[in-house]
């Protein structure tokens, strides 16, 4: 007996989902990024609008005073969706994970002087909470924001941002052997000690603006370019001894900033480039939180280091980084 195996071409009859392909100009194949961003926004069909916002859709353009054309031209350039995203933080956990296991098999944080452990609780963990606000930020981005292109993103920034918290909880963790003190007196500094107060008023008013697009600076060119640069990039002399295992665990904020940054800054180019409206708009609410995050974070790098200096570098690196996107300071 013989067996004989054949193959058969299938024609696909479409090459991509309709609403895609009208975007695209022409049934042509579309990348997984294309099919699961473009036009997937909700527009239709909301039956009565929100009690609690009355004068809105559940999804309405008119959240924000910026205008543009097309809500899905400002693209993610990392292309991310739900599976390219979690398949990126996995790989970066994995660092996060042995570096902690390099860490406390050397026993690097212990090996410290009490006071220079109990320095480190005050002085870098209350920045747990002010990722947890920036968590805040990005979900309220994503439920007010219109355009898949950017809601989606929002969301994946919004699990960055309470993973790190996450991290730096981890570090107190590690600092008082598991018992969570550390957290607590970290806490009771973001709420009393006098250095975390500019930071902790500025977040806290950040909870308050509607418009999205204004929040949206706010969150990526204040606190992300000035406040978290600060903090993870230019403050390393406020850990002593332990800023080297302090620098290791604290990896992922780095890396993060620095792929975070290629999407939010083509965000904010985009919409600025598309009118003059929208480009005195973004300018003016990217100055008023540089500069207002730059005097928050004066006083706190005089309590980590001594001099305001480190607020002063973030927030000029802030300030090159909006003119290098269209924004007129």
Request: net charge negative; aromatic share 10%; hydrophobic share 45%.
């Amino acid at each position: 007996m013989t067996v004989q195996i054949k193959t058969i071409d299938l024609e696909p009859k479409r090459q991509t989902f309709g609403h895609v392909a009208r975007r695209l100009g022409g049934d042509k194949p579309a990348t997984r990024y294309q099919e699961g961003t473009l036009d997937v926004q909700a527009t239709d069909n909301f039956h009565y609008k929100p009690l609690w916002e009355p004068e809105y859709w559940h999804y309405d353009k008119r959240k924000t005073a910026v205008v543009m054309e097309d809500w899905y031209a400002p693209l993610d350039p990392r292309q991310y969706y739900y599976a390219t995203y979690n398949i990126a933080r996995a790989n970066m956990q994995q660092a996060v994970d042995r570096n902690f296991a390099f860490v406390e098999e050397r026993d690097l944080l212990g090996k410290a002087d009490a006071a220079t452990r109990q320095a480190l609780i005050e002085k870098l963990l209350p920045i747990r909470h002010l990722h947890w606000g920036s968590n805040m930020n990005m979900a309220e981005i994503c439920q007010r924001g219109w355009g898949t292109a950017i809601t989606a993103p929002c969301i994946f920034s919004a699990a960055d941002h309470l993973g790190m918290a996450q991290i730096v909880s981890r570090i107190g963790l590690v600092l008082d052997g598991q018992t969570g003190t550390s957290l607590d007196t970290a806490k009771e500094a973001w709420l009393t000690d006098p250095a975390w107060q500019g930071v902790r008023k500025l977040i806290e008013d950040s909870f308050v603006e509607r418009d999205w697009v204004h929040l949206y600076v706010a969150q990526t060119l204040g606190v992300n370019a000035v406040l978290l640069d600060m903090v993870h990039r230019h403050c390393e002399a406020a850990w002593g001894p332990l800023a080297l295992p302090v620098a290791m665990l604290t990896e992922f904020m780095a890396d993060w900033r620095a792929e975070e940054g290629k999407w939010s800054d083509a965000v904010v180019k985009t919409i600025a480039a598309e009118s003059e409206a929208n480009k005195a708009l973004v300018s003016g609410w990217a100055k008023t939180w540089i500069d207002r995050a730059e005097e928050a974070g004066a006083t706190l790098a005089t309590t980590l280091v001594g001099d305001a200096a480190p607020a002063k570098t973030a927030a000029d690196a802030a300030r090159t980084r909006a003119r290098a996107l269209g924004l007129t300071l």
